[in-house]
């Protein structure tokens, strides 16, 4: 008999697998690494959640097994409460309480109507149709932000966030047969391990983002059409179907590709052409002109004055081994605890979770803040990279030599 997808279960347990294959692959990156950010937890903590609930929701229409259908239900609740934790860590500050409340409340009635239902899938999953309103209450406290508070790299990470969670929220519907007769909330997860996997290289704007996205609508509409050639829908609806798995199919591939490459290319050579054409007549116009371009917008110099009240030999000791030191590696240097308290100090006092070391006689640093990111390596070659010119740039300036 020829396979078909007639049935908008089958079609919702092929998305499904899809977004959990990307949800659980941005989890396991951030599993893997040697040390995490607070903000890296929540990422791992919301996409292991997202993961784990398609999966399980794919099984319970793949085995007809009640437990998943349960677990799944358990887990949907605690999603939004996961995205809440997500935003107050993206923002460094906590959500107006009534929302705290709302969100949280609606949590754990929701886990407690999930249990008392039973594992009913289509009857008890409508239990959690505060899902779509705690979703569109996150995506408010996101985007009605505070932007001057924030450095550029944090409120880029945080526009893309924020619109994946609109999308998130709008396909959330479709979940309880609205807009769509089959679940497509998934696609909308994607979206948020692309933003997660794409770090500083992801889409700063709207049109950014629909462009970026543009290829892959379109591979999908023409695989999509090449399939429905080889075999001919029996309904619109099966149509339908073969163009969402297709579209599932093919972010949850864009997310393994942003994963494996660690970043994007484009941004790579946008850096190394703002590198090439940089002022370097001195250092404060070296910073100023590469500081334009991500993962370095919005770098913060400090010298001098900005030093006081800590050691400077102390914190220069810090870098002999590398010259860019995040705030979630610092507590790998065990050997040095009062110069790690004190660059711990430096970094959060100005917001920032990367610092450079420029020039060590006198001191010079340059900190950074990076946005939620599952793979920061590549910015971090990019800093160390900005490093090695800064310190050229310092050496032809005290040498009195012109450029």
């Avoid at 607070?38 to 990422?43: A, D, G, H, M, P």
């Amino acid at each position: 008999m020829t396979p078909s997808l007639t049935g908008t279960h089958e079609v919702r347990m092929l998305i499904d697998v899809f977004g959990a294959l990307g949800a659980l692959s941005v989890a396991v990156v951030l599993v893997g690494r040697r040390s995490r950010t607070t903000v890296q937890n929540v990422l791992m903590l919301v996409f292991g959640l997202a993961g784990f609930f398609y999966a399980c929701r794919a099984l319970a229409v793949a085995t007809g097994i009640e437990g998943f259908g349960l677990a799944s239900l358990i887990l949907a609740c605690a999603l939004p409460l996961g995205a809440l934790l997500l935003a107050e860590n993206l923002l460094r500050r906590h959500a107006p309480l009534p929302i705290k409340l709302l969100i949280g409340g609606g949590t754990l009635l929701g886990l407690i109507a999930a249990a008392l239902a039973g594992a009913g899938m289509q009857r008890a999953f409508n239990l959690a149709l505060y899902v779509p309103a705690a979703l569109a209450l996150v995506f408010l406290l996101v985007m009605f932000r505070r932007r001057s508070t924030l450095a550029p790299m944090e409120n880029a990470a945080l526009d893309s966030y924020g619109r994946a969670l609109f999308v998130t929220g709008l396909l959330s519907l479709t979940d309880f047969g609205l807009i769509a007769p089959f679940g497509l909330s998934a696609l909308g997860v994607l979206g948020l391990a692309y933003a997660a996997a794409s770090g500083a290289s992801a889409p700063r704007r709207w049109i950014d983002a629909v462009k970026e996205l543009a290829l892959a609508a379109a591979t999908a509409v023409l695989l999509t059409g090449a399939l429905l050639y080889l075999r001919p829908p029996t309904s619109w609806l099966e149509a339908a179907g073969v163009l969402a798995v297709a579209a599932a199919a093919l972010l949850a591939l864009s997310v393994l590709l942003r994963l494996q490459s660690g970043g994007g290319d484009q941004q790579r050579r946008q850096f190394e052409q703002t590198l090439a054409t940089a002022e370097t007549d001195s250092l404060e116009q070296f910073v100023q002109s590469t500081s334009l371009a991500a993962p370095l917008q919005g770098l913060v110099l400090i010298e001098g004055a900005d030093l006081d009240g800590y050691d400077p030999a102390l914190l220069a000791g810090l870098f002999n081994d590398n010259p860019v030191i995040s705030i979630a590696d610092l507590h790998l240097r065990e050997n040095a605890p009062d110069a790690r308290e004190q660059l711990r100090d430096l970094l959060t006092r100005h917001a920032s979770s990367h610092a450079i070391r420029i020039s060590d006689a006198p001191l010079r640093l340059g900190l950074a803040a990076l946005g939620g990111s599952a793979r920061p390596e590549e910015d971090e070659r990019a800093m160390a990279l900005f490093q090695k010119m800064a310190s050229l740039v310092v050496a032809r300036s005290q040498a009195g030599e012109t450029p």
